[in-house]
Protein backbone atom coordinates (compact mmCIF):
# COMPACT_ATOMS: atom_id res chain seq x y z
CA UNK A 1 0.00 0.00 0.00
CA UNK A 2 0.77 3.71 -0.21
CA UNK A 3 3.78 4.91 2.59
CA UNK A 4 5.60 8.10 3.56
CA UNK A 5 9.24 7.37 4.81
CA UNK A 6 10.78 10.57 6.42
CA UNK A 7 14.25 11.16 7.92
CA UNK A 8 14.41 10.35 11.46
CA UNK A 9 14.58 13.06 14.17
CA UNK A 10 15.32 14.95 15.97
CA UNK A 11 17.03 17.40 14.18
CA UNK A 12 19.53 20.06 16.03
CA UNK A 13 20.47 22.69 14.13
CA UNK A 14 21.98 26.17 14.78
CA UNK A 15 20.19 29.37 13.95
CA UNK A 16 21.29 30.27 10.22
CA UNK A 17 22.00 26.69 9.39
CA UNK A 18 20.53 25.27 6.29
CA UNK A 19 17.78 22.23 6.62
CA UNK A 20 16.81 19.50 4.71
CA UNK A 21 14.41 16.91 5.46
CA UNK A 22 14.29 13.94 3.45
CA UNK A 23 10.69 12.47 2.54
CA UNK A 24 10.03 9.52 -0.12
CA UNK A 25 7.25 8.03 -0.82
CA UNK A 26 5.12 4.47 -2.55
CA UNK A 27 2.05 5.41 -4.24
CA UNK A 28 -0.34 3.55 -6.82
CA UNK A 29 -0.69 6.29 -8.16
CA UNK A 30 0.03 10.14 -8.94
CA UNK A 31 -0.62 11.37 -5.78
CA UNK A 32 -0.52 15.26 -4.40
CA UNK A 33 2.29 16.07 -1.56
CA UNK A 34 2.01 17.96 1.38
CA UNK A 35 4.46 19.51 4.65
CA UNK A 36 2.18 20.21 7.66
CA UNK A 37 3.98 21.61 10.42
CA UNK A 38 2.80 20.99 14.35
CA UNK A 39 4.31 23.80 16.40
CA UNK A 40 4.24 22.93 20.21
CA UNK A 41 0.80 23.13 21.77
CA UNK A 42 -1.03 23.46 18.74
CA UNK A 43 -2.80 21.10 15.57
CA UNK A 44 -1.41 20.46 12.48
CA UNK A 45 -1.38 22.96 10.25
CA UNK A 46 -0.11 23.25 5.90
CA UNK A 47 3.15 24.32 4.97
CA UNK A 48 2.99 23.66 1.31
CA UNK A 49 2.09 21.13 -0.87
CA UNK A 50 2.87 20.25 -4.58
CA UNK A 51 0.08 18.63 -6.66
CA UNK A 52 2.05 17.41 -9.97
CA UNK A 53 5.54 16.60 -11.22
CA UNK A 54 7.66 18.99 -11.19
CA UNK A 55 5.78 21.61 -8.78
CA UNK A 56 7.75 23.19 -6.37
CA UNK A 57 5.54 24.38 -3.00
CA UNK A 58 6.92 27.16 -1.05
CA UNK A 59 6.15 29.22 1.89
CA UNK A 60 7.08 30.86 4.89
CA UNK A 61 11.29 30.33 3.36
CA UNK A 62 10.39 26.79 3.38
CA UNK A 63 10.59 24.76 -0.37
CA UNK A 64 9.94 21.20 -1.54
CA UNK A 65 10.10 19.69 -5.51
CA UNK A 66 8.02 16.97 -5.98
CA UNK A 67 10.05 14.53 -7.85
CA UNK A 68 8.32 11.81 -9.20
CA UNK A 69 11.72 9.86 -10.58
CA UNK A 70 13.49 9.84 -7.40
CA UNK A 71 9.77 9.64 -5.38
CA UNK A 72 10.72 12.14 -3.31
CA UNK A 73 9.71 15.50 -1.72
CA UNK A 74 12.52 16.88 0.38
CA UNK A 75 11.88 19.97 2.53
CA UNK A 76 14.50 22.53 2.35
CA UNK A 77 15.22 25.91 4.38
CA UNK A 78 18.30 28.16 3.64
CA UNK A 79 18.36 30.21 6.86
CA UNK A 80 16.66 28.57 10.12
CA UNK A 81 15.60 30.48 12.82
CA UNK A 82 14.34 29.38 16.55
CA UNK A 83 10.57 29.91 15.31
CA UNK A 84 11.17 27.16 13.11
CA UNK A 85 11.32 24.40 15.63
CA UNK A 86 8.51 22.16 15.23
CA UNK A 87 7.70 18.87 14.60
CA UNK A 88 7.35 18.59 10.34
CA UNK A 89 5.52 15.95 8.34
CA UNK A 90 5.43 14.50 5.32
CA UNK A 91 2.60 13.47 3.64
CA UNK A 92 0.66 12.26 0.75
CA UNK A 93 -3.06 12.21 -1.17
CA UNK A 94 -3.35 9.63 -3.62
CA UNK A 95 -6.40 9.66 -5.83
CA UNK A 96 -5.99 6.29 -7.45
CA UNK A 97 -5.87 4.25 -3.58
CA UNK A 98 -9.11 2.59 -3.93
CA UNK A 99 -11.93 4.12 -1.71
CA UNK A 100 -9.40 5.98 0.04
CA UNK A 101 -9.16 9.15 -2.44
CA UNK A 102 -8.10 12.18 -0.51
CA UNK A 103 -7.26 10.36 2.71
CA UNK A 104 -3.91 12.01 3.85
CA UNK A 105 -0.98 9.06 4.63
CA UNK A 106 1.72 10.70 7.05
CA UNK A 107 5.04 10.03 7.77
CA UNK A 108 6.54 9.45 11.42
CA UNK A 109 7.30 13.06 11.57
CA UNK A 110 10.62 14.43 12.03
CA UNK A 111 11.38 17.01 15.70
CA UNK A 112 13.38 20.04 14.64
CA UNK A 113 14.96 21.94 17.54
CA UNK A 114 17.00 25.27 16.53
CA UNK A 115 19.27 26.86 18.96
CA UNK A 116 20.28 30.36 19.32
CA UNK B 1 -12.52 32.68 9.63
CA UNK B 2 -13.47 30.03 12.64
CA UNK B 3 -10.76 27.38 12.43
CA UNK B 4 -11.74 23.48 13.45
CA UNK B 5 -12.80 23.34 17.01
CA UNK B 6 -12.41 20.56 18.90
CA UNK B 7 -13.45 19.55 22.79
CA UNK B 8 -12.42 18.62 25.02
CA UNK B 9 -8.61 19.17 24.53
CA UNK B 10 -7.44 16.57 27.50
CA UNK B 11 -9.53 13.76 28.93
CA UNK B 12 -8.30 11.05 31.76
CA UNK B 13 -9.91 8.13 32.10
CA UNK B 14 -10.17 4.76 33.56
CA UNK B 15 -10.09 1.78 31.32
CA UNK B 16 -13.24 0.44 30.42
CA UNK B 17 -14.89 4.00 30.90
CA UNK B 18 -16.37 5.03 27.70
CA UNK B 19 -15.23 8.73 26.47
CA UNK B 20 -16.62 11.26 23.12
CA UNK B 21 -14.74 13.76 21.36
CA UNK B 22 -16.47 16.20 19.93
CA UNK B 23 -15.51 18.24 16.73
CA UNK B 24 -17.13 21.45 14.54
CA UNK B 25 -15.21 21.76 11.23
CA UNK B 26 -14.97 25.20 9.61
CA UNK B 27 -17.95 26.75 7.91
CA UNK B 28 -18.86 25.29 4.52
CA UNK B 29 -16.34 22.67 4.60
CA UNK B 30 -18.36 19.26 3.67
CA UNK B 31 -15.63 16.65 4.18
CA UNK B 32 -14.84 15.98 7.89
CA UNK B 33 -12.33 13.70 9.34
CA UNK B 34 -10.66 11.80 12.48
CA UNK B 35 -7.35 10.90 13.11
CA UNK B 36 -5.39 9.21 15.90
CA UNK B 37 -1.64 10.58 16.32
CA UNK B 38 -0.02 8.01 18.51
CA UNK B 39 2.92 9.75 20.14
CA UNK B 40 5.73 9.98 18.30
CA UNK B 41 3.79 8.94 14.81
CA UNK B 42 2.13 10.50 12.31
CA UNK B 43 -1.71 10.88 12.31
CA UNK B 44 -3.69 7.95 11.23
CA UNK B 45 -7.56 8.18 9.39
CA UNK B 46 -10.03 6.71 11.36
CA UNK B 47 -13.12 7.96 9.01
CA UNK B 48 -13.63 10.32 6.89
CA UNK B 49 -17.29 11.90 6.09
CA UNK B 50 -18.59 13.58 2.91
CA UNK B 51 -21.76 15.14 4.34
CA UNK B 52 -23.28 13.25 6.52
CA UNK B 53 -22.30 9.81 4.87
CA UNK B 54 -19.28 7.82 6.52
CA UNK B 55 -17.21 7.20 3.15
CA UNK B 56 -14.42 5.69 4.06
CA UNK B 57 -14.49 4.06 7.69
CA UNK B 58 -12.11 1.00 6.64
CA UNK B 59 -9.38 1.84 9.48
CA UNK B 60 -12.31 2.59 12.54
CA UNK B 61 -12.06 -0.38 14.70
CA UNK B 62 -15.62 -1.27 15.10
CA UNK B 63 -15.79 -3.33 17.99
CA UNK B 64 -14.88 -0.46 20.67
CA UNK B 65 -15.15 2.92 18.28
CA UNK B 66 -18.15 4.68 16.76
CA UNK B 67 -18.67 7.95 15.19
CA UNK B 68 -21.51 10.04 13.98
CA UNK B 69 -21.90 13.72 11.62
CA UNK B 70 -25.33 14.29 12.27
CA UNK B 71 -26.57 17.16 9.62
CA UNK B 72 -23.76 16.77 8.11
CA UNK B 73 -21.65 19.73 10.42
CA UNK B 74 -20.16 18.49 13.69
CA UNK B 75 -19.47 15.30 14.70
CA UNK B 76 -19.26 12.92 18.13
CA UNK B 77 -15.93 10.57 17.54
CA UNK B 78 -16.85 7.51 20.77
CA UNK B 79 -15.04 5.00 22.03
CA UNK B 80 -16.76 2.56 24.61
CA UNK B 81 -14.93 0.97 26.74
CA UNK B 82 -11.45 2.36 26.34
CA UNK B 83 -8.14 0.23 26.41
CA UNK B 84 -5.06 1.59 27.66
CA UNK B 85 -3.90 1.24 24.15
CA UNK B 86 -6.62 3.91 22.86
CA UNK B 87 -4.11 6.66 24.91
CA UNK B 88 -3.52 9.03 21.84
CA UNK B 89 -4.12 12.60 20.51
CA UNK B 90 -7.51 11.90 18.59
CA UNK B 91 -7.15 15.12 15.72
CA UNK B 92 -10.55 16.09 13.32
CA UNK B 93 -9.56 18.23 10.17
CA UNK B 94 -12.30 19.52 7.67
CA UNK B 95 -11.74 20.21 3.61
CA UNK B 96 -13.65 22.62 1.42
CA UNK B 97 -16.61 21.07 -1.64
CA UNK B 98 -13.88 19.42 -3.87
CA UNK B 99 -14.28 21.66 -7.22
CA UNK B 100 -15.78 19.70 -10.30
CA UNK B 101 -13.70 17.73 -12.20
CA UNK B 102 -10.65 18.61 -9.79
CA UNK B 103 -8.25 15.83 -9.05
CA UNK B 104 -9.21 13.85 -5.34
CA UNK B 105 -6.98 14.97 -2.87
CA UNK B 106 -5.47 18.14 -3.72
CA UNK B 107 -7.80 20.17 -1.07
CA UNK B 108 -6.15 21.11 1.80
CA UNK B 109 -6.69 19.49 5.22
CA UNK B 110 -7.13 21.72 7.92
CA UNK B 111 -6.76 20.44 11.67
CA UNK B 112 -8.41 21.28 14.76
CA UNK B 113 -5.69 21.34 17.96
CA UNK B 114 -6.59 17.93 19.19
CA UNK B 115 -7.87 16.32 22.14
CA UNK B 116 -5.07 14.38 23.79
CA UNK B 117 -6.71 11.19 25.59
CA UNK B 118 -5.11 9.48 28.67
CA UNK B 119 -6.58 6.52 29.46
CA UNK B 120 -5.02 4.88 33.03
Known amino acids: GDSVTQMEGPVTLSEEAFLTINCTYT??????LFWYVQYPGEGLQLLLK?????DKGSNKGFEATYRKETTSFHLEKGSVQVSDSAVYFC???????????????FGKGTKLSVKP | EAGVVQSPRYKIIEKKQPVAFWCNPI?????LYWYRQNLGQGPELLIR????????DSQLPKDRFSAERLKGVDSTLKIQPAELGDSAVYLC??????????????????FGPGTRLTVL
Open chain 2, 93 to 110: ASSPPRIAGGRWGTDTQY
Open chain 1, 27 to 32: ATGYPS
Open chain 1, 50 to 54: ATKAD
Open chain 1, 91 to 105: ALSDPDYGGSQGNLI
Open chain 2, 27 to 31: SGHNT
Open chain 2, 49 to 56: YENEEAVD
